[in-house]
């Protein structure tokens, strides 16, 4: 009786968090980043209580939500696993990941996102805790990029360094964020163009 009451309590939390999150994901992408924790807790049906129990602080909530959404990729990854992939072939592969990862809700959370960062620039704690997150999924995208072939413009062949990896990683965070942000304000944006835009960031491991 015990164990089944503890699952309880643990499922019950687990709902809890969960509608806690659907709350904030609206509620700041509607109002930005200032709504109050009392407007997400009632929007969830629940206490503020809920919110410092579960997540500890209104800034833990936003920046849990930011490390959800950057880790839904994590579970396309393994089609750039393939050590054979050149550097080209492999950002072609993390794109395919992307796409399949975010289709259709890319300038929602891109949105959200943007709330979050214009909040962070006017706090300290938000901005730290958010440039961990950030920093931390450019270091997951950077490990796939690493050892990848290149060719350079004499012929010669080589591997991409780890700074190079890092480099292109950040410049396709950067790239799809920005298309991911003109979608909430001209949508139908050209994902062959998105395309073409990461494909041309192999040119920075042959360009040092």
């Known amino acids: 009786m015990e164990d089944l009451m503890r699952l309880t309590r643990a499922e019950a939390k687990a709902a809890n968090r969960a509608a806690l999150l659907d709350a ?3 509620l700041v992408s509607q109002d930005g980043a200032s709504v109050s924790v009392e407007a997400i807790a009632s929007a969830a049906g629940l206490t503020t209580g809920a919110i410092y129990s579960i997540f500890g602080s209104k800034n833990d909530l936003l920046v849990t939500l930011i490390n959800e959404n950057l880790a839904r990729i994590h579970g396309f990854l393994d089609r750039i696993e393939d050590p054979s992939l050149t550097l080209e072939q492999a950002i ?3 794109l395919e990941a992307w796409f399949a990862a975010y289709q259709g809700d890319t300038a929602a959370q891109d949105m959200f ?7 962070a620039a006017e706090d300290e704690s938000l901005t730290t805790k958010l440039t961990a997150a950030t920093s931390a999924e450019n270091r997951a995208i950077a490990r796939h990029l690493v050892d990848r072939v290149v060719t350079e413009s004499g012929g010669s062949v080589r591997r991409t360094t780890p700074a190079e990896a890092a480099d292109i990683a950040l410049a396709i965070q950067a790239i799809l ?3 991911s942000l003109r979608e909430n304000f001209s949508p139908g944006q050209s994902t062959d163009l998105m395309r073409r835009a990461c494909a041309s960031l192999a040119g920075l491991a042959t360009t040092r």
């Open 92 to 94: 072609d592969a993390f």
């Open 113 to 119: 996102a943007l709330q979050v960062i214009l909040a």
């Open 24 to 26: 904030a994901r609206i």
């Open 177 to 179: 964020s920005g298309f």
